[in-house]
Every structure is written in C-alpha cells, then in structure tokens.
C-alpha cells in the first residue's frame, strides 16, 4: 500500500479570511485546499460537539432562571439576548456564501434575513420560552438594521420565540454598541441576564479593543461567565477575529490572513 502523507492544519477564521488547510498526496499533483471558514460552518451545522454546546449554555441559564426568580426585584425581570448566533442559526447563508465562491456582504445578508428562514439554536426557544413563562421578559437586542425588522420578526414568530413584537425587538440605530440599548432596557426593567456569541453583547468594555486587551476583560468577568453571562459558540464570525487586525477592515483578505497567522503562537 501505498504511503501518503497527511499535512493538516486547521484555523477557524470568519467571514473575511480564507487561512487554507492543505491536504496533499505526496505520490499525486493533485492537492486539496480547503478553507478555515467552511470547516467553521461545517462545524456549525455538523457536529454534535457545536450542538452539546448550545444545549450546555442553555441548561445552565436554565438553573440561573430558577435562581433569579427566587430573588427580589423593584423592577420587572428581563433577558436581554443577541439574535445571530444566539437564537437563530445562519449557518445557511454562510454555506450559501461559500459555495458560491462570496463572501459576506450587506446586500445578500439582508436578501437572506428577509426570508426569516433561519433555523433556531438547539434550545433556544425552549429556554426562552421557560423564561418568559416564569415572568421574566425578553428583549432582542441586535445589531440587524432597522429595515431587517419585518423579516427577523418573522422568523421570531415562525418558532413562538416569546415576547417577538416591535417592543422587544431593538434594533441598530445610531451606533454599533449595544450599551444604549442596555440602558434603556435598565430604566424599566432588572436585567438578570445577557446572552450574546460576541462579547460585546455583553459589555462596552470589549468594544474596539485588542485581543489582548479582550483576554483580559474576560478575565474580570470571570464569575459572570455561567452566571449572568451566557456565551454561545461562533467559530465562523465575531470581534474575536477583527480584533486581531485591530478591525482595519480595508485590509484584503490575503492581508488579513497574513496578520492572522502571524498571531497564532507555535513551537
């Protein structure tokens, strides 16, 4: 039999890498070259791992929830959560994207969102609904632009994702950061809870920082993290990758993979 040499290394990357792997037989000419981001998406759609994840996230909020209720508020109690790869899975479009050779763009993205066809993160709607059931309620806080409204509460509806109306769904408007909408949330109601796949769902303090400067924030949540923090799984997209060419977005893709790769640490 013949020997063959298997060289693999996998990167996840996101929506604007394509660090390669290469799988090559030594004996052929013909080599494979498979991009980071699909097996993200792969992993995404594919593996029971990525699956265990969201149902591991989602029991603990579970146990937190019951917590919660048994605690005192002057206030109404809320969940305030992210919508894309908290909630719903966009997998689909990802997949799309790839195979038509594209990466993300706002036009296709919103040609996607609108079709409100994205499926839901396994337990989420199960938990959410628990949830609501309990008294506590829920806000979408997402950064989706407000002509994505139509679609994204469509798709909420379609799986009886609770409190899915104009109220509770709030939008990007002037800025990225989600700390405004936080705050408005705050004046009415107790926020017991924040589940996001990014960790500025979480806290301005994450915003246009440095990878670095990330870790180290992580690290002074540390106790929220499972408490009233609940961090779902994306290795397809997220600030965890902008942050690693200091979110120049203008750089290329080859570019954008070279400062990548050289972040990486090795032996």
């Known amino acids: 039999m013949k020997k063959f040499r298997l060289c693999l290394v996998v990167f996840f990357a996101s929506c604007s890498i394509a660090p390669r792997v290469s799988i090559t037989n030594s004996n052929s000419t013909n080599s494979v070259v498979i991009d980071g981001k699909t097996f993200a998406t792969a992993y995404q759609q594919r593996a ?9 996230a989602f029991n603990i909020a579970h146990e937190r929830v019951d917590e ?7 206030k109404p109690k809320a969940i305030m959560t992210d919508i894309d790869e908290t909630v719903l899975n966009n997998s689909p479009y990802q997949a799309h994207q790839l195979l038509m050779g594209k990466d993300y ?4 993205w919103k040609e996607w969102t609108a079709k409100g066809e994205a499926d839901t993160l396994p337990g989420a709607v199960h938990f959410l609904q628990y949830a609501a059931a309990s008294g506590i309620e829920i806000f979408y806080v997402t950064n989706r632009a407000e002509d994505e409204r139509e679609g994204t509460l469509s798709n909420l509806k379609k799986f009886n994702f609770p409190n899915a109306d104009n109220e509770h769904l709030l939008l990007m408007k002037n800025t990225s950061s989600k700390e405004p909408r936080k705050n ?4 009415t109601h107790t926020i017991v809870m924040l589940m996001g796949d990014n960790m500025n769902d979480f806290s301005f ?12 924030v992580a690290d ?23 942050s690693l ?8 893709a080859a570019q954008k993979d070279s400062v990548i790769k050289a972040s990486l640490n090795s032996y």
Do not use: T
């Not at 990525?50 to 591991?56: D, I, N, S, V």
């Not at 408005?184 to 004046?187: G, L, M, T, V």
């Not at 303090?205 to 180290?216: A, M, N, P, Q």
């Open 245 to 252: 060419y200091h979110y120049n977005y203008g750089l290329s």
């Open 184 to 187: 408005s949330i705050a004046e």
């Open 105 to 108: 763009d706002p036009v296709s």
């Open 220 to 242: 002074s949540f540390a106790s929220e993290f499972g408490n009233r923090f609940i961090v779902m799984p994306n290795p397809v997209y997220g600030d965890w990758e902008s």
């Open 205 to 216: 303090l994450f915003e246009k920082k440095s990878s670095d400067e990330r870790d180290k």
């Open 68 to 74: 919660f209720n048994r605690e005192r508020s002057s």
């Open 48 to 56: 029971a791992e990525y699956k265990a994840l969201c149902y591991q």
